[in-house]
């Protein structure tokens, strides 16, 4: 973890976030092993990351959070903000990669297998997808929706284009976050992966800005090499998007700076 901070302080970020991803509700039996830290080793996680953000005050300041993996229903018999609140974690994003023990953006191979398997047609996924997601944003649950059209990942792929347009959807899901004040991250690993643009696209930003969605940003690093990849890019995009406010959290409270 320390070299994740030494790569933001060596390209000059003032701040960097840690979302490990929180482990599954009891007794789930996840379709892919090590996708999550264990529930043994998260506390062991949290003290790393408290040492760190003492260690690097005054040069990088940490903001200690997890990724929530959505799965559709409670966890721990509570949401993840109330979970945030008792650990004591600055901001909490949920995100969904499986739907019905789908799993949405391992391999194009296992989402092909999978959707034959469920006879699904890939349009169903997104419907399913963007619908999940939307109950994950209502007040009071997360403060963050994290690579919100992750679903795309691999539209590259002739069978995984959707034939219809599930703008609606996604709408939905806006005025909820809107409603809510849940943020919406724009997250840079998108331009490393077939789809070969940042999550979410465009379109989905435009219309997150036209109903008030606070924005953050992220790079979704899982090495110390990916911190900030793409910053300049994204920096080219804010602008050209007008977004000149972009929201962090302290305890789970917004904060907001100029990007
Ligand atoms: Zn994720």
């Known amino acids: 973890m320390q070299q994740y901070v030494e790569q933001a302080a ?25 996708c999550v830290i264990p529930e043994e080793k998260f506390g062991d996680y949290l003290k790393e990351a408290r040492r760190l953000r003492e260690h690097y005050a005054g040069r990088v300041s940490i903001r200690i959070g997890a990724e929530f993996d959505f799965l559709g229903g409670r966890y721990h018999e509570t949401t993840p903000l109330e979970e945030a609140d008792r650990l004591g974690l600055d901001f909490c994003m949920a995100s969904v990669h499986i739907i019905d023990g789908l799993v949405v953006d391992y391999t194009p191979e296992l989402l092909v297998e999978g959707l034959e398997r469920k006879g699904w047609d890939i349009d169903s996924l997104y419907r399913n997808y963007y619908r999940t997601l939307a109950r994950a944003a209502g007040p009071g649950f997360c403060t963050t929706i994290g690579h919100l059209d992750l679903v795309k990942k691999f539209n590259s792929d002739p069978r995984l284009v959707p034939l219809e347009n599930h703008s609606a959807l996604v709408d ?14 724009i997250n840079t690993a998108g331009w490393d992966k077939p789809c070969a643009e940042q999550y979410p696209s465009l379109e989905i930003i435009r219309r997150a800005v036209d109903k008030g969605v606070r924005i953050t940003a992220g790079s979704d690093a899982h090495s110390p090499g990916q911190v900030g990849r793409h910053f300049g890019r994204l920096k080219s995009l804010l602008e050209e998007l007008g977004i000149e406010r972009l929201v962090g959290f302290d305890r789970l409270e917004p904060v907001f700076f100029k990007p």
């Open 10 to 34: 060596a390209l000059g970020l003032e701040e960097i976030g840690f979302s490990g991803h929180f482990p599954y509700p009891p007794g789930y039996d996840p379709p892919l092993p090590d």
């Open 172 to 185: 939905d899901l806006l005025e909820i976050m809107a409603g809510s004040d849940t943020a919406m991250e």
